[in-house]
């Protein structure tokens, strides 16, 4: 049976758009995101089925999206809003978009009671008449990467879905700041060479590549797991001064030769979380934002970039570790927290724990 798998999926991806090829050789039944989702209900005792209708509604937003980061290059949409997000960055016309475009296909569910975006200062709360009895609150990066956008490079979305913890009404601050365990699904969606929406509701990953032919996400990659090993690693060298001794070491040690761990390493940087992450997903590896000068406590964030990400690694056999502990036992404190993030293939981020530990004294700790 796995078997199987294996050589219908190297049939799947090599030919990219599955439904047409399938039903060009007339050998499988694709299954698309919408029947699978609906399949996987019934892995929830008493589900609703509101779960599978929010992801539903992510799924369709992003097939939005896809359709406006495609069109980026020839359309007037490239070029920053000119205004900056919290973090104090430029915001790009198509992460305004993006963020708008999530915001109102999950207002307009009904399932969610309040989103938090990172590009939103504060979360919003839906006080309409269907969302504010919501399940559910979304948080969400919608277009991470997004200064790779004007040069045709892949971008991501991140997602995070959490149960609400408020009784009625809107969404309060407290259903947001919930640690990462507490997760109900989380996903992302890759616009790269094809468009690709990866999720997990705590019971595998799956992966679905978009059909643009026929509009459909298809399942093209069921039941991901991370190699345990990999021998790729992706961080922005040219942070390298402002390094923790630790990972200055670690970036030392997977540069030495040695045959048995086959060292050295490759490094690979895209520069776009989601698409890092996926490339180490796939092929085994690990990526690092450790805290530098100029980002004491990292650059990423805890809600919407690591936490979805780490759950994510983690259904799929992997690991998220700040360098010292788990991502998603991380209590958070505020919206815009961040975060150091070593995430990938276990025995990579177990490794850089170690160098961590073992140099903290030099990083003056
Ligand atoms: P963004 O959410 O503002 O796009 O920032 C997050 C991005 C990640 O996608 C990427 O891995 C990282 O920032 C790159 O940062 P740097 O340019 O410092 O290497
Ligand atoms: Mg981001």
Known sequence: MRQKYVV????????GFCVNFASTIGLMKVKTLGEFVIERQSDF????????????????????????????????????????????????????YANNQFMSALMAGGE????????????????????????YVVLIDPLDGS???????????IFSIYRRLSLSGGATLEDFLQKGTEQAAAGYIIYGSSTMMVYTTGNGVNGFTLDPSIGEFCLSHPDITIPNKGIIYSINEGNYVHFPEGVKRYIKYTQEEDLKTQRPYTSRYIGSLVADFH?????????????TAKSPKGKL??????????????????MASNGTKRILDIEPKELHQKTPLYIGSSSMVEKIEEFLERHLELSGK
């Open 8 to 15: 219908t999926h190297k049939i799947l991806t090599t030919a």
């Open 112 to 135: 969610v009671c309040g989103f938090a975006s990172e590009e939103e200062d504060n979360f919003i709360s839906f006080n309409g008449a269907i969302s504010k009895s919501g399940k």
């Open 147 to 157: 200064s790779n956008i004007d040069v045709n490079v892949s971008i991501g979305t």
């Open 301 to 318: 964030r805890l809600l919407y970039e690591c936490n979805p990400l780490a759950f994510i690694a983690e259904q799929a056999g992997g």
């Open 279 to 291: 490339r180490n997903m796939l092929k085994g590896g690990v990526y690092l934002y450790p805290e």
């Open 45 to 96: 005792p008493f589900a609703t089925g509101e779960l599978t209708r929010l992801l539903s509604d992510i799924s369709i937003a992003a097939k939005i999206v896809n359709r406006e980061v495609n069109k980026a290059g020839l359309v007037d949409i490239l070029g920053a809003q000119g205004s900056e997000n919290m973090s104090g960055e430029a915001q790009q016309k198509l992460d305004v």
